[in-house]
């Protein structure tokens, strides 16, 4: 099998076991641009999403769920999740809420 278009993964959250964010991964901004994050949750914790435009403030952000359709800011299930990511500066995966096991989040963007 063949690779079209081979995408970068970045690793934002590394089977984390407590509360806090990720460092921000620097997206396109242009219109359509969006990113897909993958979350693997062994345990009992919520992930926020969260964009910035300045690069410091930090803000909730919707994500789609692919697997159904549903669109959310936060999340506590293991799955893949698209952010349309247009005139944003970066991304992050924050890990709001932890109680068990351990978090991992991939990212990979693409310029709209």
């Known amino acids: ?6 995408v970068d993964w970045v690793t934002l959250l590394s089977a984390v076991v ?3 964010a990720s460092s921000w ?6 219109i359509g641009s969006s990113t897909v994050v993958e979350l693997t949750f062994a345990g009992t914790a919520t992930v926020t999403f969260q964009g910035t435009l300045d690069g410091v403030t930090a803000n909730t952000i919707q994500a789609e769920r692919l697997d159904t359709g549903s669109f959310a800011g936060t999340t506590s299930a293991s799955a893949l999740y698209r952010i349309e990511t247009a005139g944003m500066n970066a991304v992050r995966a924050n890990v709001t809420a932890w109680s068990s096991g351990a978090v991992t989040a991939k990212a990979a963007s693409q310029a709209g």
């Open 18 to 20: 407590a509360t806090g």
């Open 1 to 6: 099998m063949s690779v079209v278009n081979e």
């Open 25 to 30: 991964l620097a997206v396109d901004g242009a």
